[in-house]
């Protein structure tokens, strides 16, 4: 069936050092891919999102790119922050349905 | 601000208990999703409506039910709660088009004692 893949947490940066959480993903259908970040005590927000293979989806200097040689969707920021210190999700919706099916979560931590 | 909103943010009840759970979706979303995060299951699809009719069901026990009202908002109803139905409860929403964005709202915490 459809599932996400993601790395376990927490991932522990310094500040203005490069983040990667891993991502891997079931290949059924035609699946678009989302990252989605919640901030203690908040809602889910989108982040960013790829449609199709080889996308590149970028937002607040995070990317993640489509791979689906790979069936992974990277995250990625180049000189992470204080502020990123969230949970990061993976997810995935299948083609033609709406449901989104998440990774479990990693969860990011960044001192000064 | 997603512009969803939820209440209660926080619910203390006990078991055996029934609940019912809030959500008003963002001007003009007629589709209105339910998920539930919990510590061992993660963040789960629940249940979809869309313009007041079931489109799709995940995870939902039979326990729990929902619906959705003429004027959009919906309802998660949880009956007979048990320990193990203490989570987060997120509602979302979004727009026609099965390429649209879900917005989520800020969460319901329920605690089941």
Known sequence: GDSVTQMEGPVTLSEEAFLTINCTYTATGYPSLFWYVQYPGEGLQLLLKATKADDK?????????????TTSFHLEKGSVQVSDS????????????QKLVFGTGTRLLVSP | ??????????????????????????????????YQQSLDQGLQFLIQYYNGEERAKGNILERFSAQQFPDLHSELNLSSLELGDSALYFCASSGTGSNNEQFFGPGTRLTVL
């Open chain 1, 57 to 69: 989806g970028s937002n607040k200097g995070f990317e993640a790119t489509y791979r689906k040689e």
């Open chain 1, 86 to 97: 969230a949970v990061y999700f993976c997810a995935r919706r299948t083609t033609g349905f």
């Open chain 2, 1 to 34: 601000d997603s512009g969803v909103t939820q209440t209660p943010k926080h619910l203390i009840t006990a078991t055996g208990q029934r609940v019912t759970l809030r959500c008003s979706p963002r001007s003009g979303d007629l589709s209105v999703y339910w």
